[in-house]
């Protein structure tokens, strides 16, 4: 059976909320800043002898060598530029380097607020050189690095349209070292205000300088990192949540993270041709902590414990950290955590692909072969939402969608009328339906698959999706054909 794809826009009741895309599916470079979570060697370059990252077992899953990479291989933006495809952002601070393609500008353990912040306030972590890496210090790097990139206005503005620029994960190093300089969970969250303006700020920065392509990560589950987890345990089994993370410090990152949100979505109004979006690793973390089977992470232990560290609850040791000499990693790193702070590659895959879950990647991957080799037709509706959050369903959706929510899913529920009218009765009986939710990340071509359904004779269908999502859109791709038939 020859596969016809005919891509329908619009149902005749819809034709207002439809609107036809393109899809968009490369970028001719990637820019990152950000800390730990996104320097591919930056550190090192910078201070040789500042951590133990630049030492085995770090990079021995994929680069088989040290790479100033805090994990055992790629991270999240490693993954995002392969699957583009462009080569690995180069780090900023190795010179020589072509960065036509790209450059990276985080920095491990660099904050979001400025040094002098720390000095000026005295925050002194015991045993931690302060850098000067900061986000404006990366920015700065960046404004050096620009006119190679591009010299007119027209050439920047071409350039950049073409461009993907991360914005983080920052901020977690200025939360860890207020804290290792002694300060409350009271005085870190009261800073938090501070460190996502910062961000804004940077943001802001970027997109007055005709960047329209921006990516917004949050930070990771504080509490559920091994370091805070040994040095801030507590006796009180009151203060872990219900996977053994401390509730406090998540506290902290989930604040964080919805001012970033905030952050975001405010931005996306002030410049509505710029396609701005937040990233989560929050919600990643957090799953394969609790169901870590089920992202084929190995329980051999509590999800919770490091791969690589000295000993320990969770193999987290102050006084022999991963990189230093006796300090071995676990046999098979497919563990959430790496070293007690930074995360496994294969963590950085999963939470890449759930980002990217691109709509190639879905025609190719996600659709059942048999499904696709026995459908005579697609039809690919996208019913556009407004605003962002899923709780606007309802209302965009008038009558055709309902969309309700409770604080964790919400509730999508479709009825047949949203159906193109040229379906007869009987395709709609031979019919399969995917729903497809449009991340907000990444324009068009990164949709976030929700669920498969066999619609058959049924008369609606209910579907649920996590309502942390930011959404932009829905695709409804129905399939009718020979299959029901076989
Ligand atoms: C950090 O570096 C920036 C630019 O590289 C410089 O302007 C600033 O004075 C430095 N801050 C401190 C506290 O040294
Ligand atoms: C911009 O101008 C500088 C100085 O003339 C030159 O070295 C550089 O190669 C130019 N950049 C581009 C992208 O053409
Ligand atoms: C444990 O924490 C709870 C809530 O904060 C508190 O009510 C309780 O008294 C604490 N128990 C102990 C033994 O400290
Ligand atoms: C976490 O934050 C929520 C709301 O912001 C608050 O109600 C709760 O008490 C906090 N929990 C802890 C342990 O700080
Ligand atoms: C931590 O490392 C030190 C130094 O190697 C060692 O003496 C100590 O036993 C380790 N602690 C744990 C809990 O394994």
Request: aromatic share 12%; with cysteine; hydrophobic share 40%.
């Amino acid at each position: 059976m020859k596969l016809v794809l005919a891509f329908l826009l619009a149902v005749t009741t819809l034709s207002q909320q439809v609107t036809c895309t393109t899809l968009r599916l490369s970028y001719k470079a990637i820019f990152n800043f950000g800390d730990g979570l996104s320097d591919t060697g930056n550190l090192v370059i910078l201070s040789p002898t500042a951590l133990y990252i630049g030492n085995p077992p770090y990079g021995e899953t994929y680069f088989n060598r040290p790479t100033g990479r805090a994990s055992n291989g790629r991270l999240v933006v490693d993954f995002i530029a392969q699957s583009i495809p462009l080569p690995l952002a180069p780090p900023y601070l190795a010179k020589g380097q072509d960065f036509s393609k790209g450059a990276n500008f985080a920095v491990t353990r660099a904050t979001a607020l400025d040094l002098k912040f720390y000095l000026d306030n005295n925050i002194i972590p015991t045993g931690l050189a302060l850098l000067n890496t900061s986000l404006s210090v990366q920015l700065g790097w960046f404004a050096n690095l620009m006119p190679s990139l591009c010299n007119t206005t027209d050439e920047c503005n071409l350039y950049f349209s073409n461009s993907l620029f991360l914005l983080g994960s920052i901020g977690f190093s200025d939360y860890t070292t207020m804290l290792t300089a002694g300060k409350t969970v009271d005085y870190v969250n009261s800073k938090v205000p501070d460190i996502v303006c910062s961000i804004t700020s940077a943001a802001t920065s970027l997109l007055d300088q005709g960047v329209q392509h921006m990516v917004v990560p949050g930070v990771v589950p504080l509490g559920c990192i091994p370091r805070i987890l040994t040095v801030y345990g507590s006796p009180n089994a009151s203060d872990y949540d219900s996977i053994g993370c401390l509730q406090r410090y998540n506290n902290i990152s989930q604040y964080h993270n919805k001012m970033v949100r905030d952050a975001v979505k405010q931005l996306q109004i002030e410049f509505p041709k710029a396609v701005i979006s937040y990233a989560d690793y929050y919600e990643p973390i957090t799953k394969f902590l609790a169901t870590p089977r089920i992202y084929g992470f190995t329980v051999n232990r509590s999800p919770l414990v490091a791969c690589c560290g000295g000993g320990g609850p969770y193999n987290y040791n102050l006084s022999a950290v991963c990189g230093q000499s006796g300090v071995t990693a676990c046999p098979d790193p497919t563990t959430v955590n790496w070293d007690g702070v930074s995360f496994t590659e294969k963590a950085y895959s999963i939470i890449a692909s759930g980002w990217r879950n691109g709509f190639r990647s879905l025609v190719h991957d996600f659709i059942p072969r048999t499904w696709l080799s026995s459908t005579a037709f697609i039809y690919l509706t996208r019913l556009s939402i407004t605003r962002p959050r899923i709780s606007s369903i309802g209302h965009d959706f008038r009558s055709l969608v309902h969309g309700f929510h409770s604080s964790d899913m919400a509730f999508i529920h479709l009825t047949k009328s949203f159906l193109p009218q040229s379906m007869s009765t009987s395709t709609m009986a031979v019919m399969d339906i995917i729903v497809l939710i449009e991340h907000h990340f990444f324009h068009f071509n990164f949709c976030l698959t929700s669920a498969y359904l066999n619609f058959f004779s049924l008369a609606e269908v209910t579907f649920a999706v996590s309502n942390h999502i930011l959404l932009k859109s829905i695709f409804v791709l129905i399939a009718c054909g020979m299959h029901a038939l076989q």
